[in-house]
């Protein structure tokens, strides 16, 4: 008996876009608390946003929902971006001013909200039926699943990678260390002259347009999205990610997204073993608890989760430091 | 538009209101927006079906309904001693939860804290009872005229009684004795409230207690106006923090205040708009009075 490569690769290669996109989402975060400190509980809503607008760009003209444009996919991305970008800022315009609960409730409306119109909406968005036909990269190698997979994988691992290294980049530039700095003593850095509300409006647009882009590299690698896929149980595993994998690291954003997807896959599917088809709406509600306490047990017991934060520097300072060790 | 609206506003108003003075006092005394609170309504609601149907298998005719009421003894009883146990729940969460994290001074992961207790309490509800709703009572009640073509039940004319006496009573309290001074003084200032002498865990303690109780007596009143269910406190959870910042973080007419308001936009969104825009009322008013007045009605600056 040969060992079914080409399936196992589909499957291998589906579950780590899937984990990786939840990466994409995490890193969003990792930039609004992990290193700004702003408290977002609506992270469903600014996927959902994402992957509705790529979608409505990019399928063919259709009657039951609006528009259909039929732009390139590369367009849903950015339109994607730049909704659940602005979005975010006029959530952040509105609430960054005042205490930082207020942000936290006011994310939460967003995603109540963006549920509600998703749902009702129906001839904008297709309502409970949600919207399919959202093209796929690489549709013409569908009928081969392996290749399939593994080019819709290469496509999101490039599209975490440019991210990555560009929050790196971004988090150890100035404008990143003033973000940490704001987190850590606001009137410290206030004293410096830096405006703090502007400086967490852009990390907070920022962090939201990533979570478009992961709404939208997901929509465009199912080919199909409705209202149910965006509720708080997915806001809640992003944040079981962020904190278990290690806030304010953006490795431990991805390794912590790997590791809940993971797991959330593998219950899912020891659920389905296990369970009669009845019982398994009972069952899977248990995942969600273990979830939770997982998340509560981190922040008693291991607030800096698996990775925790590492200071970063000027680079510049490290060259001083070099040069002023040749020099003795 | 008929009148209508306005009893059916002032009934969700008063379940919201419940709800939303232990959001307001949390917020104002312990310092974080607790979003485990909904599940505080929907646990007190399933723990009232379950203490009256042991009360209903021990004492025949507890669920007999009293007069022209849908509820018999057996779920007041019962309501009495959910309220109870909601409070030792909220106390409960904080020994295991909020208290640690209290020590280490970290107000916002408090609320992500909370928000992954809200999660798994509702999971939890979600495995005992199933997805299912379920009712108090299965019989219809008629409802009466009162006036000006608006209808109530009985049972609503007796919640919203109660509502307003539950009200008065935290009002007197927190106003008129010495619990009520000490609540007020560490929520003006702990550590100066500390050094005076106030024993800032025992009104930790009593906030738990007051804020569960009511949150429990609201889920009672959905649950025997509208229905039980494991989501019904999470959905009820944007209502009672936008009725608390409409009121003003920290005062109880204020969110009472809020309350009102919301539960009346809500029913007018129902009849202008339709059922299904009911929930985007309270994040509107919220957006609206965060972008006006972000003290609130009743609050002061801080």
Known sequence: ?328 | MTPQFLADGLIAGAMIGLGAIGVTLNYSILRFANFAHGEFISFGAYATLLIAAAIGAAFAGSAEAIGPFSFGWGIAAAGLGAMTLTGALALALDFLLFARLRQKGAAITTVMASFGASMALRALLEFAFTSRPVYFSRDLQIAMPIGFGMRVTADQIALLALTALLLAGVQALLTRTQAGRAMRAVAENPTLARVAGVDVDGVIRAVWLIGGALACASGIMLGLIVQIRPFMGFDLLLPLFAAAILGGIGSVPGAIAGALIVGVGEAAAVQIVGAEWRAAVAFLLLIGVLLVKPTGLFGRAD
């Open chain 1, 1 to 328: 008996m040969t060992p079914d490569v080409a399936g196992l690769a589909a499957y291998a290669s589906f579950f780590l876009s899937i984990a990786l996109i939840n990466a994409l989402v995490c890193l969003g975060l990792n930039l609004q608390w992990g290193q700004t400190g702003l408290f977002n509980v609506g992270i469903a809503g600014f996927v959902a946003i994402g992957a509705y607008v790529s979608a409505l760009l990019t399928t063919p003209a259709s009657a039951a929902h609006w528009g259909g444009l039929a732009l390139p996919i590369a367009a849903g991305w950015i339109g994607a971006m730049a909704a659940a970008g602005a979005l975010s800022a006029f959530v952040g315009a509105v609430t960054l001013r005042l205490r930082a609960d207020y942000l936290a409730i006011t994310t939460f409306g967003v995603a109540v909200s963006v549920q509600l119109v998703a749902l009702n909406a129906q001839s904008l968005t297709g309502g409970a039926f949600g919207i399919g036909f959202i093209p796929r990269p690489f549709e013409s190698l569908a009928e081969r699943p392996a290749l399939f997979g593994l080019a819709n994988l290469a496509i999101i691992v490039a599209l975490v990678g440019v991210v990555y290294v560009g929050l790196e980049r971004l988090a150890r530039s100035p404008w990143g260390r003033v973000l940490r700095a704001l987190r850590e003593d606001e009137r410290a850095a206030r004293s410096l002259g830096k405006n703090p509300t502007r400086y967490r409006l852009q990390a907070f647009a920022l962090g939201g347009a990533l979570m478009g882009l992961g709404g939208a590299a997901h929509a465009h690698l199912i080919g199909f999205i409705a209202p149910e896929n965006y509720q708080s149980s997915l806001t809640f595993q992003i944040w079981a990610m962020l904190i278990v994998g290690g806030s304010g690291n953006n490795r431990g954003a991805i390794a912590g997204a790997v590791l809940i997807s993971a797991l959330w896959s593998a219950s899912g599917l020891a659920i389905g073993a296990l369970f009669a088809p009845e019982d398994q709406a009972r069952a899977a509600a248990l995942r969600i608890v273990a979830i939770g306490v997982l998340l509560a047990a981190t922040i008693v017991a291991r607030p800096r989760g698996l990775f925790g934060e590492r200071a970063t520097v000027s680079r510049h300072l490290d060259k001083a430091v070099e040069s002023a060790g040749t020099a003795e």
